[in-house]
């Protein structure tokens, strides 16, 4: 199992469904890396997220997809 996927359960109420949406500070703590540096990689659409109302949020999906791209990324240079 991947540790964004760890990461996504551990968010989630222990008795609830896994979260569908994350906040950018959820996302950001899936890929170890600082609020900042989340919304500068959604910014520059490496990361995607949409908003919903007001708030800003990541699909819970979004973070191993952005890197499974960085993994293939480097893969092929």
Do not use: H, K, W
């Not at 609830?16 to 600082?34: D, F, H, I, S």
């Not at 540096?37 to 708030?55: D, K, N, Q, Y």
């Amino acid at each position: 199992m991947s540790s964004t996927s760890v990461d996504s359960n551990r968010i989630a109420q222990a008795d609830g469904p896994a979260p569908v949406l994350l906040t950018v500070e959820e996302a950001a703590r899936c890929l170890r890396v600082g609020r900042t540096t989340c919304f500068a990689l959604i910014r520059t659409g490496e990361l995607e997220s949409l908003m919903v109302g007001g708030l800003r949020r990541v699909p819970a999906d979004a973070p191993a997809a952005y890197l499974a791209r960085r993994r293939a990324e480097r893969q092929a240079a």
